[in-house]
Every structure is written in structure tokens, then in C-alpha cells.
């Protein structure tokens, strides 16, 4: 099923995800739910907060296209599984550290901002453990656009933004946009009232 995605303004956003304790069918039904609206919209991550929820999931898929060359490195329980065996990925309840301070600079995008991109300064080198649909844990450890896309979904688990870290400038040049966004979800709210 496809959920709607919310958009900034929303309160939601801002709201640190409650831990997930049951993993039950629910959990994976929302879990292919998030997967189907993030393929829906197009992305490569998504959030339960972009889903109006405030838990400790998300979902990603950053698969190349088929025959292109993988762009980051990887390993999955210290292996290096076909990314087919391994995605679309939903992480529960993930803790996230970083392995390579290196820092990168990127043009990133966000589901719950249209049309909204900017250069984002993240660390290039991320380790993430997290559990499973069904409660079992892994780690995951990467560099690139996969280890830049656990970092901004993780955000979004703790409430946080890829504005709040968005160049000062790019940040200027979609000002205009941003607030139109936020009008956007005002009014939504009230509709919904
Ligand atoms: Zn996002």
C-alpha cells in the first residue's frame, strides 16, 4: 500500500522516533508499505516519520542500475552479499557511528521536500547495527552514497533534517521553495482539522 508522504512542516518531522519493540506482522507489513511508497515517489530512503509515524524504521534501496558498477563499498555482517540479497533494506532501531571521518560534500534530495536539493557535508564512513524485520540484528557498514543514505534517514529517526546541515547558500537559494512547502503542509493541517 502507498502511504502519503508528509511534507516539511509538518510536526512530525521533528518527532525522535520511539524504539520498536514488537516484530510482528504489522511491523512488516509497514515495512513493505514504506518500501512501496518510497519506490512510488522515487527515492532511496525513507522514514516512519515521512510516513507520519515517529518509530525507529526506515527503509532503503540504493541499488545501481542493472550492469553499472556498485559506487561505494559495503559489507552486511562483515560479508559482502549481492545487493540484491540485501535491498530494499529496512532498518530498525539503528545505531549509527562513524568509521571514516573523511568528510564529503553532496547534493542531497529529500522525499518530504520537492524539489528541494542542496550540498550536504556528511562523514564518508558509517557502521550502522540495527535489527531486522523479524528482530534480528546485523551491521552494516558503509562509505558513499549508501553510508550518506543511512545518515540522512537516521536523522530523520531522530527528528533532524537534511536542512538543519544544508550549505548556507544552497539553503538561501531554496528559501523561496522551503516556504512554499511549509505554507503547503499549514494548510493541509487545517483541511485536516
Ligand atoms: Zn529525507
Given at each position: 500500500m502507498i502511504?502519503?508522504?508528509?511534507?516539511?512542516?509538518?510536526?512530525?518531522?521533528r518527532k525522535v522516533g520511539k524504539p520498536l519493540t514488537e516484530f510482528d506482522a504489522d511491523l512488516a507489513q509497514l515495512a513493505d508499505?514504506?518500501?512501496?511508497?518510497?519506490?512510488?515517489?522515487?527515492?532511496?530512503g525513507l522514514a516512519a516519520q515521512q510516513v507520519n509515524l515517529a518509530l525507529q524504521i526506515c527503509v532503503l534501496d540504493v541499488r545501481p542500475p542493472e550492469g553499472a558498477e556498485v559506487p561505494y563499498n559495503y559489507t552486511?555482517?562483515?560479508?559482502?552479499?549481492?545487493?540484491?540479497?540485501?535491498m530494499p533494506m529496512a532498518i530498525i532501531n539503528p545505531k549509527v557511528s562513524i568509521i571514516d571521518e573523511t568528510q564529503d560534500v553532496y547534493e542531497e534530495g529529500c522525499l518530504s521536500f520537492p524539489g528541494v536539493n542542496g550540498k550536504v557535508t556528511r562523514p564518508?564512513?558509517?557502521r550502522c547495527e540495527f535489527q531486522d524485520t523479524e528482530g534480528?540484528?546485523?551491521?552494516?557498514?558503509?562509505?558513499?552514497?549508501?553510508g550518506r543514505c543511512v545518515l540522512h534517514e537516521v536523522d530523520h529517526l531522530n527528528g533532524k533534517l537534511f536542512t538543519d546541515r544544508m550549505d548556507k547558500r544552497d539553503l538561501k537559494r531554496m528559501e523561496s521553495r522551503i516556504k512554499k512547502i511549509k505554507r503547503g503542509s499549514r494548510d493541509f493541517l487545517k483541511a485536516q482539522k
Amino acid at each position: 500500500m502507498i502511504l502519503r508522504v508528509t511534507q516539511y512542516g509538518e510536526p512530525i518531522l521533528r518527532k525522535v522516533g520511539k524504539p520498536l519493540t514488537e516484530f510482528d506482522a504489522d511491523l512488516a507489513q509497514l515495512a513493505d508499505d514504506m518500501v512501496d511508497t518510497m519506490y512510488d515517489e522515487d527515492g532511496i530512503g525513507l522514514a516512519a516519520q515521512q510516513v507520519n509515524l515517529a518509530l525507529q524504521i526506515c527503509v532503503l534501496d540504493v541499488r545501481p542500475p542493472e550492469g553499472a558498477e556498485v559506487p561505494y563499498n559495503y559489507t552486511f555482517d562483515g560479508k559482502q552479499p549481492p545487493l540484491d540479497l540485501i535491498m530494499p533494506m529496512a532498518i530498525i532501531n539503528p545505531k549509527v557511528s562513524i568509521i571514516d571521518e573523511t568528510q564529503d560534500v553532496y547534493e542531497e534530495g529529500c522525499l518530504s521536500f520537492p524539489g528541494v536539493n542542496g550540498k550536504v557535508t556528511r562523514p564518508i564512513g558509517v557502521r550502522c547495527e540495527f535489527q531486522d524485520t523479524e528482530g534480528n540484528p546485523h551491521i552494516l557498514e558503509a562509505d558513499g552514497l549508501l553510508g550518506r543514505c543511512v545518515l540522512h534517514e537516521v536523522d530523520h529517526l531522530n527528528g533532524k533534517l537534511f536542512t538543519d546541515r544544508m550549505d548556507k547558500r544552497d539553503l538561501k537559494r531554496m528559501e523561496s521553495r522551503i516556504k512554499k512547502i511549509k505554507r503547503g503542509s499549514r494548510d493541509f493541517l487545517k483541511a485536516q482539522k
